[in-house]
């Protein structure tokens, strides 16, 4: 191969090209790929982290309501003692009002 009237050799061609400048243009395309597998891996992470949060949102949700049913299953399905343990403490609470008010009367 001959330029300029004289044959090329392999150290005059090494010259002519500037090898970082070489480098730099090969490696635009695969540094443009590496970035758009790396934007493309962190959106693929974010997708998963959204559907990690939002199926362990719903196993939460779904415990809450189980529990709730429960609560409200047992609240019906149970006899309320209260009421008549009430009614009980007021009528001796009563009955011992009305003897202090009536030494009290007495006294007077």
Avoid: H, N, W
Avoid at 18 to 47: A, G
């Amino acid at each position: 191969m001959k330029i300029f009237s004289r044959e090329l050799t392999k150290d005059d061609l090494a010259d002519l090209i500037d090898t970082d400048k070489l480098r730099s243009i090969i490696d635009k395309p695969i540094s443009l790929v590496r970035t758009r597998r790396e934007i493309l891996q962190q959106k693929k992470e974010k997708k998963d982290m959204k559907k990690f949060i939002k199926g362990l949102l719903i196993f939460i949700g779904v415990i809450a309501v189980v529990c709730g049913v429960a609560y409200a299953l047992y609240r019906y399905f149970t006899p309320d003692y209260d009421d008549a343990f009430d009614d009980d403490f007021d009528d001796a609470f009563d009955d011992d009002d009305d003897d202090l008010f009536a030494d009290d009367g007495d006294k007077a």
